[in-house]
């Protein structure tokens, strides 16, 4: 039996392009504002603005609505895999 990885949800590209919109509306001194780490396969965190975005379907959800609904909610507590809506 061959041991299979789990796909990678985006790719590393485009997590190296993709910027918090919050964070970069209020880039202060920082020259690169807005990075994102990837956290549980599901899920792109800005430490900058604390915003949480879902990836569904390999598909970052990147409306600042959705990142604000799970500002508040600690990385550990994070749903996997993040809910539909």
Known sequence: MTNVQSPTPISPHLLEI???PVAVQDKGNNPDPGRLR?????WLVCDESGMKYPIRDGIPIMLIEEGQKWRGTA???LPVPPPAS
Do not use: D, K, Y
């Open 18 to 20: 993709l910027r918090c």
């Open 75 to 77: 990385e550990e507590n």
């Open 38 to 42: 990837l956290v549980g396969q599901f």
